[in-house]
């Protein structure tokens, strides 16, 4: 058996990987390239594999670095199924289209080309084949290959996939999620004495704040913004982050009182969107949330809750004075609404930015978080003279303490380790502690590079 690695290698987007066995080539994840653009250069490198060559897709979880470039392999005449958990296939159509409408945008602005159209779209909805959490799947009906899927804990529908053929067992971890996360499960253990892990690094070199930190850091931050009149803005992923955000703020506003009612915005037609794809699969509900639902509090909203679906609804956050915190895509700021609150409000000293979630290399998220001012936002230059705060705990991706944990979940860890969807560094420092902790030597997924079990 043969796995090639082609994205999401050396970097932490892009992620597609192959798995070829026999006659069959069998694809993990074919998500989007997301550097200093939305739509950056890489996206539109030919695919390295022949699209109709391919005998199966399978989905770990729904962010559009796993599944931005799904609809390219529908393009290019894949008709096998994509697999995937049905929330996932869900949250999926939801990433596709509104990544469509930002690349349809940046065309007619920016003259940038879109990558693929609406009926690409659909075809690749028509071709997926919704997947349970613990069945064995057989992909081709003669048993040769089956997979498996445990639930993640990264975001709705995720999961970690076994694949078994040739007597080998190979699990690709997708993105592994945080500890004591809101509304999600916890990550499942690994299974023992398996061959091959391709594992994620995103954060294989950093430990995060706890959940209890996390949630003091948003109320001071909160009433800090609040008090000096300011507007904070955050720049959410819409999938999981600004649904947890949603449910702290729930539970700060609402529940505990804890901070006094002010006008929030979630200003994204796709975590609104997102947020009924959660409504709906109760059955993924970690007990807390369960026990919430069932008490009757709706999690998703309180006082001050205001969703801006339409543009003119967006524009009028305008004239609301502040204090107002308002809450947006994309989540690294490379596109996306939050883009104009940035224009209006990154030179404003009395606002805040509040960085959340991971910001790739390039990303104008990343720019600000290292210090840059002035940046270019939408083409013009602004500086950067608000308060800017970053919180790792709110990352829907486990830190180096718990990759690690999850590595040893099982009575017999893996035989071997390959390291992707992380940056060099990250790579590095996790490789040195998974020797240190299992005598392992773990090794960087480079792009294109090829290993045989
Ligand atoms: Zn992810």
């Not at 997979?147 to 067992?169: N, P, Q, T």
């Not at 892990?197 to 294989?204: A, D, N, P």
């Not at 690690?404 to 060099?424: Q, V």
């Amino acid at each position: 058996m043969q796995i090639h690695f082609f994205g999401a290698a050396g970097e932490v987007t892009g992620s597609n990987s192959m798995v070829e066995t026999g006659d069959k080539k069998i694809i993990v994840d074919c998500g989007m390239f997301q550097g200093s653009d939305f739509n950056e250069g890489k996206n539109h490198d030919p695919l390295p594999y022949m699209a109709e060559g391919v005998s199966a897709v399978l989905v770990t979880h729904a962010h559009l670095d796993h599944v931005g470039r799904l609809p390219i392999l529908a393009k290019n005449g894949f008709t096998g199924s994509f697999y995937a958990n049905p929330a996932t296939i869900e949250l999926a159509e939801l990433v596709m289209r509104d990544a469509l409408t930002v690349m349809r945008h940046d065309n007619t602005k920016f003259g940038m080309p879109v990558l693929y159209e609406e009926q690409d779209v659909e075809q690749v909805m028509q071709q997926f084949k919704p997947v349970e959490y613990h069945e064995w799947v057989d992909l081709f009906g003669d048993k040769k290959v089956m997979v498996y899927f445990r639930d993640a804990g990264h975001i709705f529908g995720s999961a970690f996939i076994e694949l078994v053929a040739e007597g080998k067992h190979v699990v690709f971890s997708g993105d592994i999620g945080n500890v004591n996360v809101p509304i999600l499960r916890p990550t499942e253990s690994l299974p023992p004495g398996i061959d091959l892990l391709v594992c994620e690094s995103t954060y294989g070199d950093r430990l995060h704040e706890s959940d209890q930190e996390r949630r003091e850091i948003i109320e001071n931050e909160v009433v800090e913004a609040v008090g000096r009149g300011g507007v904070m803005m955050i720049p959410s992923f819409s999938l999981e982050r600004t649904q947890e955000l949603l449910y702290e703020f729930n539970d700060l506003i609402d529940r505990t009182h804890r901070i006094k009612r002010v006008p929030i915005f979630l200003d994204s037609p796709l975590a609104i969107k997102a947020t009924h794809v959660y409504r709906k699969y109760v059955k993924y509900y970690n007990l807390e949330a369960l026990s919430l639902l069932k008490g009757g509090d709706d999690m998703f909203n309180f006082a001050g809750l205001e969703e801006t679906l339409t543009v003119e609804d967006s524009k009028r956050i305008n004239e609301t004075h502040n204090p107002k915190i308002i809450i947006a895509g994309a989540g690294m700021m490379n596109g996306g609404r939050i883009l104009h609150h940035a224009m209006r409000y990154l030179s404003d000293p009395k606002s805040t930015l509040l960085i959340i979630g991971y910001q790739a290399h390039g990303s104008l998220g990343r720019q600000i978080l290292e210090g840059h001012s002035p940046v270019q936002v939408m083409r013009e230059r602004v500086e950067v003279k608000c308060k800017v705060k970053a919180v790792g705990a709110f990352s829907a991706h486990g830190d180096q303490y718990k990759m690690l944990s999850w590595i040893g979940s099982s009575d017999i860890p893996p035989k071997s380790i390959y390291l992707n969807h992380g940056e060099p560094e990250a790579v590095r420092v996790f490789a040195e502690k998974i020797k240190q902790n299992f005598n392992i030597d773990a090794k960087p997924a480079e792009r294109n590079l090829t290993i045989e079990i």
